[in-house]
């Protein structure tokens, strides 16, 4: 019987947006997924997106497919951002297991972060910043900054 729901609700799904997705945004709409988060209006997250601790998201935001979105150390998400498919950002690090760190990160507002590309604990990211696929972000960005592949290396398109 339950099969026989979910065959219903992915027909619909394909039909209305001629796509898939996983089971849990079949059955959850990613406004209210949001909304149960405590999220800013407007802002949509898939059912799948792992999120853990104090996470603060703005409004008009989008969350992606597959994130991994870490609060524990503290995380602020301003307005208007794209946390792309496949994003990871951590506020801590479990190296040492006796001695977990956290340090928070910021995310200003208007700043896209694209597919698989992973945010490091204690990074800020400034207002109006594009941040490229695949790209290692391990220190501070500043406002309007166009980032690619490893921070680490200061490779960037100004």
Same mark, same amino acid.
């Given at each position: 019987?339950?099969k026989?729901?979910?065959?219903?609700?992915?027909?619909?799904?394909?039909?209305?947006? *001629?796509?898939?997705?996983?089971?849990?945004?079949?059955?959850f709409?990613?406004?209210? %997924? #949001? #909304?149960? +988060?405590?999220?800013?209006?407007?802002?949509? =997250?898939?059912? *799948? #997106?792992?999120?853990?601790?104090? $996470?603060?998201?703005?409004?008009? =935001?989008?969350?992606? &497919?597959?994130? $991994?979105?870490?609060? %524990?150390?503290?995380?602020?998400?301003?307005?208007?951002?794209?946390? !792309?498919?496949?994003?990871?950002?951590?506020?801590? *690090?479990?190296?040492?297991r006796?001695?977990?760190?956290?340090?928070?990160?910021?995310?200003?507002? *208007? %700043? +896209?972060?694209? &597919?698989? !590309?992973?945010?490091?604990?204690? $990074?800020?990211?400034?207002?109006?910043?594009?941040?490229?696929?695949?790209?290692?972000?391990?220190?501070?960005? &500043?406002?309007?900054?166009?980032?690619?592949?490893?921070?680490?290396?200061?490779?960037?398109? &100004?």
């Amino acid at each position: 019987m339950i099969k026989f729901y979910f065959s219903i609700l992915r027909y619909f799904k394909k039909k209305k947006f *001629n796509r898939h997705v996983s089971l849990g945004d079949l059955v959850f709409d990613r406004k209210n %997924t #949001a #909304a149960f +988060y405590g999220f800013g209006e407007g802002t949509t =997250c898939y059912n *799948n #997106a792992l999120i853990l601790g104090d $996470v603060k998201i703005g409004k008009q =935001c989008w969350i992606g &497919p597959n994130t $991994v979105i870490d609060g %524990t150390g503290g995380l602020e998400i301003g307005n208007n951002c794209t946390i !792309s498919a496949g994003v990871h950002i951590y506020t801590h *690090n479990s190296i040492d297991r006796n001695h977990i760190k956290h340090q928070q990160v910021k995310i200003g507002d *208007n %700043t +896209y972060i694209g &597919p698989n !590309s992973v945010i490091q604990m204690g $990074v800020t990211i400034g207002d109006n910043v594009i941040i490229g696929s695949l790209s290692f972000v391990n220190k501070n960005i &500043p406002d309007g900054d166009k980032w690619i592949g490893n921070s680490r290396g200061d490779i960037s398109c &100004p």
